[in-house]
């Protein structure tokens, strides 16, 4: 059916015009049908794709600069779009334990719904960039608006990187148009053009645009704003801003590798990096007392390996990342899920006073470990897909070398148990009280729960249509 | 069809203004007059939209020209001069007094954008210039620094434009723009680059270019806010009309290579804009130094001297004037509230949500941020650069873009911070609704800019076109 990216990515500007006019109360339940909605139709349009996942579209928007809205549908975007309906259908419901500024945060939602769906589908750099924005200045007002009190320096930093990143991005862009034979935006038209591009510029373009993803990502030395910007949020925007705007860089890079060949002499530089970044972040983790700065830097742990699978430029390695990115938006969003509840439950972020988590809420508790078992790759898991092809990816691409990162997640595994053990699951300070999930918390356990099992045990609902 | 009855409408339109101004020294009547002038601005940008919309290219009485650029900004000129007429009207404290000169400058603008002779540009500006430091003047004596400094720097910006007309004047005493742009300028006299530096200068003055913008911060502050709407959103746009009728049609029609120049200019002028900005704490300061910078925004276009950067520059002159005056009038009314300063500006957004997001859809325009009018204008600009092998301008220019999201980001989290409930702060109807044409102006061209890059792309065409 022609236009049904184009619907899925417009209709939800419907439901924002709703959430901005109903009651604050309503907000959620419409940010969360919006979603839906959107998994209703992207189910769709995979069925009627007739088994490749691949649908393009192209329309017709500025002709004075030949910019098309040209819209593409693939394997990966569908990986992508899949994991950001469901972070954002479980963050409108469950994540907002304080109540606080309901219908701003579901208008929110639904703009960064917009701009996931926009970026993940578009099949122009314009377009690509136009999307990346919106996705940037809704996080900022996410951040800015709702969250500790610290959170304002946070979201200036924030602000400012990205923008920073965005600029890159941009003028990389318009780089690129000027490099390409005929000037095109076209990401289709520019990957199969590549090879006329000029070396310079070619290295100019991969130099501006690799450096505005790695800032989107977090990935060290460019992730400085990242940890505080993720601690300080609230619960609704720790999850949104882990698990769908630091991917709309990862999809960036997987873009890049496809498009230019230079991409191929600068893999094992981007790879070294994300090992770096794995293990930097991995030895850091052991200095925080804070859940959410420790689930930040694992966050930064994870989008090392999926930059090093996305450097092995093998399909397999490639895929695996996309699937990472899955894998670490669901889990990231389960996991800040969790803290955030026990956070509001405890009054408290720090780990040491958490102890007992166990016997005082006991679904969080224990989603919080099941999230902490994906992290680490645990069979039957999304993690542990994902981090399996990745390094045999990697194996591949720089042999013995490439399994080396694997140990970062030996460490993150290693303090993700022992804190587990010594604080959430301890038992030592029983509690008398008892708190319940609500009834939406539970749906937004149960959702995230249920989709890390459900792409852990059956991966090849998504990997199937991929030639691996 | 002889368009040449539409062109002298046009003409006669704008000769009322003047007149009308001498009547309304016997003519007290507020309304009246106000209503008047917003009638023939509507009826002069609804003629030159419906010429640019035919093509219409036509010379007459010798000094004037209609063609495509020139009908696309009187349009543009009459739209913004109605946003500021009534603002004045609201705010003003003598609307009479300010509507007599008013009446000046509009027809000295109007001048300038039609003229087709050095002579017409000299004195369309003069006429612009002179009558806005008496209506500063006219606003108290708190205003008379202002309008002092404003008198100096045009008076001098004035004495070099003349010289470097006389400059020109032995290779063609008509001193018509087609003319010199045909005939004569051939060949790498000294003179003429004498005289292209010194319109440069008097160019760069008016449109408070660095180093030669001493007097707007000053300027912008003192003045009272609908005139710093006026001046930051046309004033200023008139001198870079007047520059690019000079530069594009006439040197560069010539075989002259102005771009160092600019290129030099559009980086100190953007550098200086933005970094002093960083530091401002009266928001009206702050707009002031950030209009420098967005004045070095529209010479990177200029600098690339191609089709596609002037493309780029008419666009962004169209952009910044809209930006600048819905951003002015929602300024000028806090300013009237006693609320001036970035921290007095905090939980605007409880007093009066309407005025506080249309000012962060203002500023985040002027950021570049999409998809609103700023920034399709910055991606053509910066795009302009690229193409004409000016990548470090571009990469120096969105380098900027960085610097001014802390400042714009300081007024915006500064009205969006304190929730407190507090006494909600109307907004007058005429006022908001000029804030609200403004707003949607920005959204819906950032949207769907192809209109208005096509006029612009046909704007720039016919100005290279030389005659």
Same mark, same amino acid.
């Given at each position: 059916m022609q236009g049904i990216l184009l619907l899925m990515t417009l209709f939800p500007l419907a439901f924002l015009a709703a959430a901005m006019l109903s009651g604050s109360r309503r907000g959620p339940a419409i940010a969360a049908l919006s979603n839906a909605v959107s998994i209703a139709i992207l189910a769709y349009a995979a069925l009627s794709s007739g088994g490749t996942l691949s649908i393009s579209e192209s329309f017709s928007y500025i002709t004075t600069i030949p910019i098309s809205f040209s819209l593409r549908l693939n394997p990966a975007s569908f990986m992508l779009l899949i994991m950001s309906y469901i972070v954002l259908l479980a963050a409108s419901v469950a994540g907002n334990h304080e109540k606080e500024s309901q219908k701003l945060a579901a208008s929110l939602i639904i703009l960064l719904q917009v701009a996931a769906t926009g970026l993940f589908l578009s099949g122009n750099l314009f377009l690509y960039f136009i999307f990346w924005d919106i996705g940037v200045i809704t996080s900022f007002f996410f951040l800015y608006s709702m969250g500790s009190p610290l959170r304002r320096p946070a979201a200036m930093k924030f602000l400012i990187y990205e923008m920073f990143a965005s600029v890159l991005l941009l003028l990389g862009i318009i780089t690129l148009y000027f490099g390409t034979p005929v000037h095109s935006f076209n990401i289709a038209y520019i990957t199969a053009n !590549? !090879?006329?591009?000029g070396t310079t510029s070619q290295l100019l373009v991969f130099a501006f645009l690799i450096t505005a993803f790695l800032i989107n990502m977090g990935i060290f030395p460019l992730h400085f704003w990242l940890p505080d910007a993720y601690t300080e949020a609230s619960t609704q925007g720790s999850m949104v801003l882990s698990a769908v705007l630091s991917k709309f860089g990862a999809f960036g890079v997987f873009i890049l590798f496809a498009m230019l060949p230079i991409g191929a002499e600068a893999a094992k530089y981007t790879a070294a990096l994300g090992a770096i970044s794995a293990f930097y972040a991995a030895f850091l983790m052991f200095n925080h007392k804070d859940i959410k700065r420790m689930i930040s830097y694992s966050s930064i742990l994870e989008m090392g390996i999926i930059l090093i699978g996305l450097s092995t430029l093998n399909v397999i390695g490639t895929y695996g990342a996309v699937y990472a990115m899955l894998a670490h938006g669901l889990t990231i969003a389960l996991m800040f899920l969790a803290a955030g509840s026990l956070t509001h439950v405890f009054g408290t972020r720090d780990i040491r006073t958490l102890a007992g988590a166990v016997s005082r809420a006991k679904s969080t508790a224990y989603s919080f470990v099941f999230a902490a078992f994906s992290a680490t790759g645990l069979p039957l898991t999304t993690g542990f897909i994902a981090d399996l092809l990745i390094f045999i990816g990697a194996y591949a691409a720089f042999g013995f070398s490439g399994i080396v990162p694997l140990l970062s997640i030996v460490m993150l595994g290693a303090y993700m148990y022992f804190i587990i053990e010594k604080s959430i699951l301890s038992t030592r300070k029983e509690s008398e009280v008892i708190t319940h999930a609500s009834a939406s918390q539970a749906f937004g356990y149960a959702l995230l729960i249920g989709s890390i099992l459900l792409f852990g045990i059956l991966p090849f609902t998504l990997l199937g249509f991929v030639k691996i | 069809m002889d368009y040449a009855i539409a062109g002298y409408v046009m003409i006669a339109l704008m000769a009322l203004f003047p007149a009308g101004a001498i009547a309304s020294l016997f003519v007290k009547r507020k309304k009246a007059w106000f209503s008047a002038s917003a009638l023939i601005l509507a009826a002069i940008a609804a003629v030159s939209l419906t010429l640019f919309a035919l093509h219409a290219s036509l010379t007459l009485l010798q000094v004037f020209r209609f063609y495509p650029f020139s009908e696309l900004v009187v349009a543009l000129f009459a739209s913004m001069l109605l946003a500021v007429d009534v603002l004045a009207y609201e705010y003003s404290s003598d609307f009479i007094t300010f509507s007599a000169f008013f009446g000046f400058s509009i027809a000295g603008m109007l001048l300038v954008a039609m003229s087709n002779s050095l002579i017409t540009i000299f004195i369309g500006l003069e006429l612009m210039g002179v009558p806005t430091i008496f209506m500063i003047l006219t606003h108290g004596r708190t205003h008379t620094e202002a309008a002092i400094k404003l008198f100096v720097l045009s008076a001098l910006a004035i004495a070099v434009l003349a010289f470097a007309i006389a400059l020109i004047m032995p290779y063609d005493p008509s001193l018509s723009i087609t003319g010199l742009s045909t005939s004569s300028l051939v060949g790498g006299s000294s003179v003429i680059l004498l005289s292209m530096v010194l319109f440069a200068v008097a160019f760069s003055t008016e449109a408070a270019v660095f180093p030669f913008n001493m007097w707007v911060p000053d300027v912008y502050e003192g003045a009272p806010g609908h005139i710093t709407a006026m001046l930051a959103g046309i004033n200023k746009k008139v001198a870079f009309v007047a520059m690019i009728e000079v530069f594009f049609a006439m040197f560069l029609y010539s075989g002259y290579n102005f771009q160092p120049i600019f290129a030099l200019l559009a980086i100190a002028t953007m550098f200086f804009g933005n970094l002093v900005a960083l530091v401002q704490q009266n928001v009206k300061r702050m707009m002031a130094y950030s209009s420098i910078s967005q004045t070095g925004y529209i010479l990177v276009g200029i600098a690339a001297s191609t089709e596609f950067g002037l493309t780029a520059s008419i666009f962004y002159i169209v952009a910044h004037s809209i930006m600048i005056i819905g951003a002015f009038s929602v300024i000028v009314w806090l300013a009237g509230k006693n609320l001036r300063t970035v921290n007095e500006y905090s939980g605007l957004w409880s007093k009066n949500p309407i005025a506080a997001f249309a000012l962060t859809i203002f500023m985040l325009s002027m950021i570049g941020v999409p998809p609103l009018i700023g920034f399709i204008g910055k991606f053509l600009l910066f795009s302009s650069a690229v193409s004409a092998n000016l990548l470090y301008l571009a990469f120096l220019g969105i380098i900027n873009s960085v610097i001014s999201v802390y400042y714009y980001g300081r007024v915006m989290l500064s009205m969006y911070s304190d929730r407190r409930p507090t006494r909600r702060i109307r907004m007058a109807g005429a006022v908001a609704a000029v804030v609200i044409i403004l707003l949607v102006a920005t959204i819906a061209i950032g949207i769907f800019p192809g209109p208005l890059m096509h006029a612009s792309a046909l704007a720039a065409n016919s100005v290279m076109l030389g005659s």
């Open positions: !590549a !090879a006329l591009i | -």
